[in-house]
């Protein structure tokens, strides 16, 4: 039942043909990173570079490139997953008193470690320097890993059932970091590992961490799992993996999966923080480098044959986004237990995830009113947004279940569904000072931005128009006007090198130019950006730029904008300013040589031809 480590993983993916060894020389200088993604975008199998400049390991890239295959991986324990999700049971709960969830879930005992005296993992010391040296992007601070879970247990209450393995990116050099001494530790708002910080700052006791690489794929996909408070990431690498997971327990020290690959072992520092990154992220922009806490490295593991796993990210799609996918296979029919009156969340990987939320939830309140209107939906907005990492989101739009919405994953659809409906004098709702995603440049600082709520219930308002109106006007800046979808139309404005927050005279003077037009009232959103012939291209394209380059309380306007009692709304058009600013974070670009190089590795005679 599922693979115990990462070694029988690759020998049966190579044996099925889901997996290809590259024995050329592969420098993890930008080249692995665009073999891996280039592969990923090819939807091709997953790759074993061999032979890697600079260290004698392996690297492991596209493991989890395609949902297919991220299904065939764990094809044993699936089962019994769907039976826990279909009995509806809380894991927390269940670990609590696992017999009685055991006889009716046999695989559900796999969720208890086990302790073990035989650890591959303790085999072999090694250094930092002498691990593989992924750089995925030209501008990036220093080397990384990509794939790391991070294992940390609560300072006033350690043991397995208050630990946390989260996916918080690792840089092994670089920076001020003392080489093979000091690595940085980068982990955002919202996370477990900043929890068990803070509880060491206030009782003053070191917080030791476990990084580990590889073992069994599992392990992977429990690091990155938003589980419940109280359900140890542990626990359901050992459900997910099919079988118990065998943990090497030394006195005095964090416990370590014993058929990990890799585990640098050190505390956290508590009286030091230093710059991390820059790193080309998942948004499709560098995050910058700010302080981040600084772990000091006391033990290099590995085990014998070890290998290192590594993915990179970028602009969506990418594999991140696969899991992502399979996340929502596994957990995607808990949500309305978890929030009730939700009937579904989608998280838009192409908007870089946390940027733009859709949802369906109930609109039960007066259900005799003659007309609809949004009334619990924003109860349910309300919870959607004080969930776990669902809280980061910016623009959250919500539909009625009741009005029979189209399903949220058909992301055009369900826009133009709501862009039918909504009423933008009332069914806008804006938190003005919050927190968003640490990644996200387009608040007012570092983790500090704004959200707003749109929510439609009803019948239809209006009719969404699929062509420009010939006589359309905007004014003087703007123009190469396109429609991306019925009801939104893209506008080419000028660059924005002196930005206002929320008073942008050229675009205050856009609105005013839209309402002098008498036949606008179908096309109820227009974006303003940088370049229209792009963001009209393909609705990924619009999806990117519309909200990753914008924050609600400072770049939202709208035709007729009015305040009412500190509700702000408008009567026309709303206009969000999707311009690149001077603030924002610089978008990634790669390096065409190293593209070059690649491409003759998918020529005829190369290891991927045929492939890219």
């Known amino acids: 039942m599922g693979y115990r480590n990462l070694q029988q993983c690759v020998a049966d993916l190579e044996k099925n043909g889901r997996l290809i060894r590259i024995d050329a020389e592969v420098d993890p200088y930008l080249e692995a990173g665009v073999i891996q993604r280039r592969v990923y975008e090819a939807q091709g199998p997953a790759l074993l570079f061999t032979n890697v400049t600079g260290s004698r390991f392996p690297l492991l890239g596209n493991l989890f ?9 764990f094809r044993d324990s699936l089962r019994t997953i769907e039976a826990l999700v279909a009995l509806k049971i809380n894991p927390a709960e269940a670990l609590k008193n696992p017999a009685s969830l055991i006889r009716a879930v046999p695989g559900a005992l796999h969720l208890l470690p086990r302790a073990t005296a035989s650890a591959p993992i303790l085999a072999n010391r090694t250094t930092i320097d002498q691990l593989p040296k992924v750089i995925s992007w030209p501008d990036d601070g220093g080397p990384f890993v990509t794939l790391p879970q991070v294992y940390s247990e609560s300072p006033s209450r350690p043991g397995i059932r208050s630990s946390n393995l989260g996916m918080y990116r690792v840089q092994l050099s670089g920076n001020s970091y003392r080489l093979n001494k000091e690595v940085g530790l980068h982990y955002q708002i919202h996370r477990g590992l900043g929890v068990h910080h803070s509880e060491a700052l206030e009782l003053g006791k070191p917080l030791k ?11 992977t996909v429990a690091a ?6 109280g359900m140890p990431e542990l626990a359901f690498a050992g459900l997910l993996g099919g079988h118990r997971l065998p943990l090497a327990c030394q006195a005095g020290e964090l416990p370590i999966p014993a058929e990990a690959d890799f585990c640098i072992s050190g505390t956290l520092d508590l009286e030091k923080t230093l710059p991390e990154g820059p790193f080309g992220d998942h948004l499709g922009y560098y995050s910058l480098a700010h302080a981040f806490p600084v772990l000091k490295v006391e033990k290099v593991w590995h085990r014998d044959g070890a290998i290192w796993p590594f993915t990179t990210v970028g602009r969506p799609p990418q594999e991140d986004t696969t899991f992502g996918a399979f996340i929502h296979e596994l957990t995607g029919e ?8 939700v009937k579904g969340v989608h998280a838009v990987d192409a908007a870089g995830v946390h940027p733009l939320l859709l949802a369906i939830g109930s609109e039960r309140y007066v259900p005799y009113a003659a007309e609809r209107e949004p009334q619990e939906l924003l109860t349910i907005a309300n919870a959607i947004l004080g969930q776990g990492q669902l809280s980061l989101a910016k623009y959250l739009f919500i539909a009625a279940h009741e009005d029979n919405p189209p399903d949220i994953h058909h992301i055009g659809e369900f826009l133009g569904f709501m862009l039918e409906r909504v009423d933008w004098r009332r069914d806008l709702h804006f938190q003005t000072r919050t927190t968003i995603d640490t990644l996200d440049y387009s608040g007012e600082g570092l983790n500090m931005g704004s959200k707003v709520v749109i929510a439609a219930a009803g019948g239809k308002r209006r009719e969404l128009q699929r062509e420009l109106p010939s006589d359309l006007t905007l004014g003087d800046g703007f123009n190469s006007q396109r429609i991306c979808l019925p009801g939104i139309m893209a506008v080419q404005g000028p660059a924005c090198t002196d930005y206002t927050p929320g008073n942008d005279q050229a675009i205050m003077r856009l609105c005013e130019s839209l309402g002098r037009n008498a036949r606008i009232d179908g096309l109820p959103l227009v974006l303003v950006v940088d370049d229209s012939d792009f963001v009209g291209r393909t609705l990924n394209n619009m999806l990117w730029v519309t909200f990753t380059r914008s924050n609600p309380a400072t770049d939202i306007y709208g035709v007729g904008a009015f305040q009412n009692c500190k509700h702000w709304g408008c009567t026309g058009p709303l206009v969000i300013d999707a311009r690149i600013k001077p603030h924002h974070a610089p978008p990634l670009i790669g390096d065409p040589e190293v593209e070059k190089k690649v491409d003759a590795l998918g020529a005829i005679g190369g290891p991927l031809h045929g492939i890219i």
């Open 334 to 341: 808990l949500i309305p237990t978890v929030l009730p009156g």
């Open 65 to 73: 490139g395609t949902l297919e295959r991220a299904r065939w991986i």
């Open 209 to 219: 961490v476990n990084i580990l690489v590889g073992g069994a794929p599992s392990m």
């Open 224 to 229: 990155v799992m938003p589980l419940p408070e």
